[in-house]
């Protein structure tokens, strides 16, 4: 079964270019939660959704991001304008809510960003 | 204050020591705690979770909790350069999102 996808891997861009990040969740996996990874910050939760819809996005730094999930195959990572601080290993996971009180998140190969 | 605080390292243990990894987190209404293990340049994977106080352990990897101390732990026996990665804590909020903290980074020397 094919894990977490993540398109594209690499991204290079230019200060106030809009940034696509796309993610592929696991199939049948009812939350997906977008992460950013830098040296300085570590591994920093942005948002996350619960069957498509938004629950918390308390992480995303800045009204430059946005997400979003318009189904459960596929979500989407925006950044407009870009800037260089936005420079980091973007990741997206997956889980499937099972009623426990533990969910293995399932991480797909990252984005890194680049931008100049 | 991060609300998981782990040493950032880096840790060097020989080939066949015992690696102790040690995680302390603040919020009380944690329940839930995991230890991901991420090699350089990849994506984190899950090692094992630990929800009840006392030793969890599978294979060579013990995890263990306090949660009276608020302290989760790593060991990790008969270390192998395979080893040698970023070993990332977690604790799981009440809407089954993860706060992780910084990572330790651990080389296992042959």
């Known amino acids: 079964d094919a894990g977490v996808i993540q398109s594209p891997r690499h991204e290079v861009t230019e200060m106030g270019q809009e940034v696509t990040l796309r993610c592929k969740p696991i199939?049948?996996?009812?939350?997906l939660f977008w992460y950013r990874q830098t040296m300085m910050r570590g591994l920093e939760l942005l948002i996350y959704f619960n069957n498509n819809v938004p629950i918390d996005d308390s992480g995303m730094p800045e009204d430059r991001f946005s997400a979003k999930m318009p189904n459960a195959s596929f979500s989407t990572l925006k950044i407009q304008p870009s800037e260089p601080r936005d420079s980091a290993v973007y990741f997206c996971?997956?889980?499937?809510?099972?009623?426990?009180?533990?969910?293995?998140?399932?991480f797909g190969p990252g984005t890194r960003l680049t931008v100049l | 204050q991060k609300e998981v605080e782990q040493n950032s390292g880096p840790l060097s243990v020989p080939e066949g020591a015992i690696a102790s990894l040690n995680c302390t987190y603040s919020d009380r209404g944690s329940q839930s705690f995991f230890w991901y293990r991420q090699y350089s340049g990849k994506s984190p994977e899950l090692i094992m979770f630990?929800?009840?106080?006392g030793d969890k352990e599978d294979g060579r990897f013990t995890a263990q909790l306090n949660k009276a101390s608020q302290y989760v732990s790593l060991l990790i026996r008969d270390s192998q350069p395979s080893d040698s990665a970023t070993y990332l804590c977690?604790?799981?909020?009440?809407?089954?999102?993860?706060?992780f903290g910084s990572g330790t980074q651990l080389t296992v020397l042959p």
């Open positions: 996971a997956s889980s499937l809510a099972s009623g426990g009180t533990t969910d293995t998140q399932y």
């Open positions: 977690a604790t799981e909020g009440s809407a089954r999102q993860l706060t």
């Open positions: 630990i929800y009840s106080n």
């Open positions: 199939s049948g996996h009812d939350y």
